[in-house]
């Protein structure tokens, strides 16, 4: 569906020009040509990479058209393009909110260049996180999603667009019954937004975090049924640093609603526009207390990993580390995370089991 070329690289100080052709899927969501598909596809498959020179939309009776990018949204893995014409078919999104474990869904799109697919299967799961990035909550199907099928739409039985197929777990590079489609509620707003020419921004705290876990539980004395986000650094200078939220915080609501994981923290404060008070109701030292945080803009996913932070996995285990060593234990030796480690992610190849599609 999409081609064309990336720059890249140098050959003694000149610009090398690499050809890279991407294939995807997409569905148009306006009689005048919008269409909406995933940021990888149009990357080179990778979601955060640079967009292709060329992107080329071949309709099902092989018409082909030239496509604008309009926006491409790297932490979702969304995009919007734009064809010129005029009466075309489209779909509509549907309310994900609503889709429940069991229901038939029909997924569409381009397996292997074939041509345009339908496969049928059942919500196999929602709200699934694949550690593909910070706002994870995928629904999971079993219908056969293949390489070219990214950007597809998956349909409820009434013709709603209820998600955008965008990965698969594949031990083998091929379908076994475990694809993953980015919520209508997530891609609706988002697209909405890029088809006005809006650049997405999210709210930001400037700390890592992790869920808190049974060690930390019990290090810091507190209850069972106590749960929540547990703060492992504080970025010096951010947002969080300036309200006074400190290390071993635990944030246990947001604005008056319940946290139990640091994922849904994590969305929360997506959420928020930046300058928005963040009201954040945390525990510390036995104590419950209220910091009203003013919320930043989030970095970029390259330039929050440049700084190291946002790596839950890193965050909890300095979190864990603290505790242990306050206990006066030692050190989780050989535990410790690799340089650079991250949880596994979906790529364009196969790693850990999870391909981009």
């Known amino acids: 569906m999409f081609g064309g070329q990336q720059g890249g690289g140098n050959n003694g100080g000149r610009p090398v020009t690499r050809e890279a052709t991407s294939l995807g899927s997409g569905f148009i969501i306006s009689e005048d040509g919008y269409i909406v598909t995933n940021s990888h596809v149009v990357s080179g498959g990778q979601p955060g990479g640079n967009a292709v020179g060329s992107i080329t939309v071949i309709m099902p009776d092989r018409k082909e058209y030239a496509a604008k990018l309009i926006g491409k949204d790297a932490s979702s893995d969304l995009a919007v393009l734009k064809i010129e014409a005029r009466g075309l078919p489209f779909v509509k999104f549907g309310d994900s909110s609503q889709t429940r474990v069991g229901d038939w869904i029909v997924a569409i799109g381009n397996p292997f260049g074939l041509g345009g697919s339908v496969t049928a299967g059942i919500v196999s799961a929602l709200q699934r996180n694949i550690g593909a990035g910070p706002y994870d909550r995928y629904i999971q199907t079993d219908a056969a999603i293949n390489r070219g099928n990214s950007g597809g739409p998956t349909f409820d039985i009434y013709g709603r667009v209820i998600g955008v197929n965008s990965a698969i777990f594949s031990p083998t ?17 988002i697209t909405e937004r890029l088809m006005r020419g809006e650049t997405i921004e999210r709210g930001y705290l400037g700390v890592s975090i992790g869920t808190l876990s049974d060690e930390q539980r019990q290090a810091l004395g507190l209850a069972a049924t106590v749960k929540g986000a547990i703060i492992a650094e504080v970025t010096p200078g951010g947002p969080s640093d300036r309200a006074g939220l400190q290390l071993e915080d635990l944030v246990v609501a947001l604005n008056g609603k319940a946290i139990e ?17 963040l009201r954040l109701e945390v525990l510390r030292e036995g104590r419950r207390l209220t910091v009203n945080v003013r919320a930043g803009r989030r970095p970029s996913q390259a330039e929050l990993l440049a700084g190291q932070g946002g790596d839950e996995q890193g965050a909890r285990f300095r979190a864990r580390e603290r505790l242990r060593l306050r206990q006066g234990q030692g050190p989780l030796r050989g535990r410790r995370p690799a340089a650079g480690h991250r949880a596994p992610r979906c790529v364009t190849a196969e790693r850990d089991g999870l391909v981009r599609r």
């Not at 640091?262 to 930046?274: D, G, I, Y």
């Open 173 to 189: 590079g091929g379908s076994v019954g475990i694809g993953f489609a980015i919520p209508a509620a997530v891609a609706r707003p």
């Open 261 to 277: 994981t640091s994922t849904e923290l994590t969305r929360q404060v997506a959420n928020a526009a930046s300058g928005d008070i």
